[in-house]
């Protein structure tokens, strides 16, 4: 186990951290600098493209872990230095890697976007348009889950949503240094961990790439950590957002052929995603909800957003990013603890909890907020 977990975030942080080192020097060449504005926070021209980085060291190890199992299972021989608990897995790696490359594939088109929008601040209707196109495409190739409903349309309705609103929440938290970045690492983690611990038999697929993202997404947090050097933009973060709601269906959302057995004694645990998701859905909602009650597109950037108004209430960017991570941890820790207990009654005990902590948060901010005005 640890030399699975080692041999999946050792490359990935690596190639990320060299890649977006590189990357601090490319993209002023590029054109590519956040200028500082009214509904920004940093004062200084900063490089973006750091997404870049962060999928060069997700793309880059995973393809070379494939061509090694292909070797290996092409060969017949394996290795001394594979954990035995590996080998009987390495032809299901090929078989479900179609699958992956598909959703790399979509991570890839959004990245690419994201990079232009950088560049030449693309309109929001086109973006979602490609986003929609992307998420359908994905669903209509099998990354999608029943929700143990009776209705195949449905399950795939759900999915396409669950990927529309995961991508846009993780871009619409990229607004700090180290915001994004940190739930997303701690986020991938956690998933990495129940997949791993917690799901009965390891899901060596699905923790492998969130293992991966980890790493990558560690090796650019070490240059986008306040004070950032680089940020990640809409490639990084259309990224970050596509693999983590993917992932997430994948291993949590079970799809149509799973045991009778697991669906019935695992159902309340398809909250877990909801539950570790928590704040990055929270800030999508909220923002959402406080531009369309003042009449603005939903999709006008702005600095209604949750580490904005911590800051209104006098906290400092670090530790504004500091609190939303530990915030992250802290419903990333229900979503663990749904694996731990059977019945729903309990599963709803800690949806409950992670309510009480959200509504304890936006009664505080409304109260700092009144007295400010």
Known sequence: ???????????????????????????????????????????????????????????????????????????????????????????????????????????????????????????????????????????????RGTLFLQMPWLGMLLSVVWIIVLVNSLNFLDNMDGLTSGIGLIAAVLFALIMLRFTGEPRWLVAGVLLVLSGSIGGFLCHNWPPAKIFMGDSGSYFIGLLLSTMTILGTFYPGNAS????????????????????????????????????????????????????????????????????????GVGGLILYEVSSWNAALLVILMIICVLSIVTILENVGRKNRE
Not at 7 to 14: D, E, G, K, W
Not at 44 to 54: A, E, M, W
Not at 99 to 122: E, F, H, P, R, Y
């Open 1 to 143: 186990m640890l030399f699975f977990v080692f041999a999946c975030l050792a490359p990935s942080f690596v190639i990320s951290f060299l890649a977006t080192a590189a990357m601090r020097k490319l993209a002023p060449r590029w054109g590519l600098i956040d200028q500082p504005a009214q509904r920004k926070v940093h004062a200084n021209p900063t490089p973006l493209g750091g997404g870049v980085g962060i999928w060069l060291g997700v793309v880059v190890p995973i393809a070379i872990a494939q061509l090694s199992v292909l070797v290996i299972v092409k060969s017949g021989m394996t290795p001394t230095w594979i954990p035995q608990e590996l080998v009987p897995h390495l032809e299901g790696v090929l078989y479900r890697s179609g699958q992956l490359w598909l959703v790399l594939a979509g991570g890839t088109v959004l990245s690419v976007m994201g990079l232009l929008d950088d560049k030449l601040n693309i309109s929001w209707k086109p973006r979602l348009i490609i986003q929609l196109l992307v998420a359908i495409g994905l669903v209509l190739a099998g990354v």
């Open 260 to 331: 009778a057995g697991e669906s019935i004694v695992s159902r309340h645990v398809i909250l877990a995603p909801l539950c570790i998701l928590a704040i990055p859905l929270y800030d999508f909602c909220t923002v959402m909800i406080i531009r369309l009650k003042e009449g603005r597109s939903p999709f006008h950037a702005d600095k209604s957003h949750f580490s904005h108004r911590l800051v209104e209430l006098g906290l400092s960017k670090r530790n504004t990013v500091l609190t939303i991570h530990l915030a992250t941890l802290t419903t």
